[in-house]
């Protein structure tokens, strides 16, 4: 028996039927190790020695293969072919040897491209020993984020409130997004005007021109600045005669793009499918795991992860095929079409995103497939095919005319373009981000020296426009040109810049939000170095030269925390009044505009005298007055937000995280949206400070609703919470549907039943919440029918544990059903949310506390110690949850 490991079970499910009774496949569900999130777990002092920790679930992989092995022939690691599968195969042999596991038997690394048999069975004729050059690079990788992520967001919480943390390869895109906001702020609209002729051959043909000279001088585009001259060339050419100077007709062709990279495809399938690159990524994932063709499994693409652009010959000979057969020897060309690597830093030899297989048509495999995976499929069959085929033949046609008034000539130009033969255009077109299609109209027939009428003559005013904000798709393609990240991870940037609520997306474009501006602008001011572009391409080259075994991964390393070290030092003594200086300075065009009066636009208008300026609070940046307390004028950054006098609490209307809705027409009170210390609520009215007032009420936000989407209408129905939704079948007492300390539920007298994930408390209707009732009633609470339910905040990913927040004996809990962690008495459980409560169950599990008791009579045996790579851990330290190193370092 031959053991084979794999990373997912879907390919671990489809690949034992490829290969039969003699092998038995595994799936090591990704990456069973990690650092923990703690200090230590990369060590520069001990050149960098790294803490591995097995993850829970990687425990039980782990066991499982163990199981497996005993006994076997042969152990295969056929993780993907890259260096994240290089890793985890690593990691699997270093976990079963720190278990004794491997004595005599051998071990071999298969990769394959695509989940086919015909693939899978060419990986394993031709196995090789694990890739120690691109474990290294792995290695590289892993540290410097986990050294940037543990030292540099430690610095940005202290000197930064409100700041979540900074990642090596997330600060730099996020610096583009930024400055390409301050571009668009910067910009200064220019006038300038366009003159059109509209003109008619001989024949009574009529086209366009445009006007390119006069009295011998070139006119470019923003040369006719004001109306005065637009309306000067306008009646000259009113008056003038017309003729055709010259006519140029020129064949050109136009080539095919190359087969999808990763990068390409999450901007052809953003510009295209509307798909944000994260989801283009799952789909894939799912399209080359396989789905269910004909009663069998089958990989429809390619590995998804990849710079290559180009393909194995027997591919490219199958596409020729495919062209043949659907368009007509004429589409394809006399040689197979080659295509190289052109972006920067690209360094995986893998073949491009393609299909398995040319002959499955998008349209035969459609209807086995989901709308996404079939858009998906069709858009990488399409683009790969036409790669393949003939180039368009074009003819590009230039008319230059004379315009003749008195003694003055004034010159056009009339441009057009016929498509000769369609060639790859007959299947497929690349889109474009931001650029207009600059194909020209059909020209009609003329010669030299053709006379022409004048129809018409048309100025028109127009302005220049700031550069466009990022999509999603012209970012990815931005860094790729930069040579900054690589293909795998652009996904999960993006995301990331997103979950911490850096940037936002409107109108599918990405504008930075101002928290996002401030994390910038702090690492501009102090940490240049490691935010500029050159660097963190030079970085991502050094990490390339590491995987082609040309340099010691830990050489980079000791280079890279020389100088880091010494940067995080330098901030130790950093004063708060510097920080907001350096932001001040960075920061001020967008937080102080120029007015339209021409007044200082630092000048308080509340006081009059005092200057604004940046201030940092407990809910992280505002502005203020430079006379507080006696003036306690306050508001958010940006000027778009409510202005007014606060009284330095988080109450003011125009204090920062502050945003009135508008007010209540029952009571005539103002509802506000704020960020709390714990999550963002609602609140009707404001707070007294008289002893005895009667607090005002609030509610917390549903969980996953985005406090961006909330209007006053979703605020007044979230306040007017508890709402009856049914009468109970047997005591006819209402069901109650509101929002509690532990999230939305239902309540019948003391009965609570949690809502699920897709129930919405403001819709859930009258049967879902009987049945919610009913089941709580007949023992769906296991000994708690009527006590609170506590509140779901969701599952760990790494550990696969839902957590939820109790109220217990000694005061509220979070619990992932093996450990328990008491909430300090600084957090509140309405607002813990599940980022926090992992930090809590994680940092109470390596403190060796908080276990539950095992149930009577049964026997736990003690885990193993975890492995290490270079030091050994802590004979009973358990693992820290996988989210939250991510969390911390990404």
């Known amino acids: 028996m031959k053991v084979v490991v794999v990373e997912s079970p879907a390919k671990a499910k489809t690949i034992n039927k490829y290969l039969g009774k003699d092998y038995e496949v595994l799936a090591s569900f990704g990456h069973i190790r990690d650092l923990p999130a703690k200090d230590g777990s990369v060590d520069p002092e001990a050149d960098f020695a790294m803490l591995w920790e097995l993850q829970d679930k990687g425990s039980q992989r782990v066991s499982e293969i163990a199981r497996a092995i005993k006994g076997a022939d042969k152990l295969i690691l056929a993780t993907d072919p890259d260096r994240e599968g290089e890793a985890i195969s690593w990691h699997v042999v270093e976990a079963l040897t720190a278990r004794k596991a491997l004595k005599g038997i051998p071990i071999e690394r298969v990769t394959f491209n695509a989940i086919t048999k015909a693939s899978v069975d060419a990986a394993m004729k031709k196995p090789r020993q694990i890739d120690q050059a691109l474990v290294d690079a792995y290695l590289a990788r892993r540290a410097l984020d986990y050294l940037v992520g543990f030292n540099l967001s430690p610095v940005l919480w202290r000197k930064l409130p409100g700041a979540k943390s900074a990642g090596r390869v997330q600060s730099v895109a996020l610096r583009l997004v930024v400055e390409r906001e301050m571009e668009i702020e910067r910009f200064k609209p220019r006038e300038y005007w366009s003159i059109v002729a509209t003109l008619v051959t001989e024949e009574g043909a009529v086209f366009e021109a445009r006007l390119v000279g006069a009295d011998g001088k070139r006119i470019q585009r923003l040369d006719v600045g004001n109306g005065e001259d637009a309306a000067r060339f306008k009646k000259d050419l009113e008056l003038a005669t017309f003729q055709v100077a010259s006519v140029e007709a020129k064949p050109a062709k136009r080539h095919p793009a190359p087969p999808f990279t990763t990068s390409t495809l999450q901007q052809e399938a953003s510009r295209k499918l509307g798909m944000a690159p994260a989801q283009t990524m799952r789909v894939a994932q799912r399209l080359y795991e396989g789905v269910d063709i004909g009663g069998e499994t089958v990989g429809l693409i390619t590995y998804m992860r990849t710079d290559g652009v180009d393909m194995v010959p027997e591919a490219i000979r199958d596409a020729r095929s495919v062209i043949g057969k659907e368009y007509g020897d004429r589409y394809v060309p006399d040689v197979p079409r080659r295509y190289t690597v052109k972006a920067k830093n690209a360094q995986e030899a893998h073949e491009a995103v393609r299909p398995t297989e040319m002959s499955r048509l998008p349209k035969q495999v459609a209807r086995m497939l989901d709308s996404e995976q079939a858009k998906l499929y069709d858009l990488i069959w399409t683009r790969t095919v036409a790669s393949q085929m003939e180039s368009a033949e074009l003819e ?78 012209s970012l990815v393609k931005r860094m790729e040109e930069l040579g900054i990240g690589r293909p795998s991870t652009y996904a999960a940037v993006l995301q990331t810049l997103r979950d911490r609520e850096y940037v936002k997306i409107e109108k599918k474009r990405l504008q930075p939000e101002d928290k996002g501006r ?42 890279f925390w020389r100088d880091f070290s010494a940067a995080i030092g330098g901030t130790k003594e950093l004063r708060v009044t510097e920080v907001l200086e350096a932001l001040n300075g960075l920061l001020g065009p967008h937080i102080f505009p120029d007015k339209a009066d021409g007044s200082n636009p630092r000048t308080c208008p509340t006081c009059g005298t005092g200057q604004l300026s940046l201030k940092l609070g407990k809910f992280g940046a505002f502005v203020g007055c430079s006379n507080y307390p006696e003036c306690k004028f306050t508001r958010q950054l940006a000027t778009s937000g409510v202005e007014g006098e606060g009284d330095g609490s988080s109450e003011g209307g125009g204090q920062p995280g502050v945003r009135v809705l508008g007010n209540d027409p029952a009571t005539g009170l103002p509802v506000t949206i704020r960020d709390g210390r714990f999550g963002t609520f609602l609140q009707l009215g404001e707070a007294s400070t008289e002893k005895d007032a009667a607090k005002p009420k609030r509610s917390s936000l549903p969980k996953g609703m985005a406090a961006s989407s909330v209007d006053l209408a979703i605020a007044l129905r979230l306040l007017s919470l508890p709402r009856e939704v049914a009468k109970h079948p047997e005591s006819g007492e209402p069901i109650l549907a509101s929002i509690g300390r532990y999230g939305p539920y239902v309540q019948h007298g003391k009965t609570y039943a949690n809502l699920g994930k897709d129930d919405d408390v403001l819709e859930i209707g009258g049967n879902r919440a009987i049945d919610l009732i009913v089941a709580k009633e007949q023992g769906g609470g296991r000994g708690r029918p009527s006590g609170d339910p506590g509140r779901a905040l969701g599952k760990d990913e790494a550990s696969g544990r839902d957590l939820v927040v109790k109220a217990g004996k000694y005061g509220p809990y979070v619990s992932d059903g093996e450990v328990n962690a008491t909430l300090p008495k600084s957090m509140s459980a309405d607002a813990l949310t599940l980022a926090e409560g992992i930090d809590l169950v994680n940092a109470k599990r390596a403190s060796g506390g908080g276990k539950k008791a095992p149930a009577r009579g049964r026997k736990t045996a003690a885990k193993k110690p975890a492995s290490t790579a270079a030091k050994k851990a802590p004979a009973k330290k358990p693992a820290v949850k996988k989210a939250a190193a991510k969390k911390s370092a990404s």
Not at 436 to 458: F, N, T, V, W
Not at 536 to 559: C, F, K, P
């Open 518 to 559: 401030l994390v910038t602008g702090f690492l501009e001011s102090f940490f240049k170095r490691y935010v500029e572009y050159d660097f963190t391409a030079d970085l991502e080259g050094q990490l390339d030269r590491v995987s082609n075994a040309e340099i010691d991964w830990r050489d980079v390393l000791r280079d």
């Open 396 to 473: 590009r046609t230039t008319v230059e005319i004379t315009a003749k008034v008195g003694p003055r000539t004034i010159e056009l130009r009339a441009t057009g373009q016929v498509v000769k033969f369609d060639g790859f255009l007959t299947l497929y077109q690349e889109g474009k981000d931001d650029e207009e299609d600059e194909d020209g109209k059909r020209l009609p027939p003329m010669a030299a020296g053709d006379p022409l009428k004048r129809e018409r003559i048309a100025s028109t005013q127009h302005f220049t426009e700031p550069p466009p904000r990022f999509s999603e798709a």
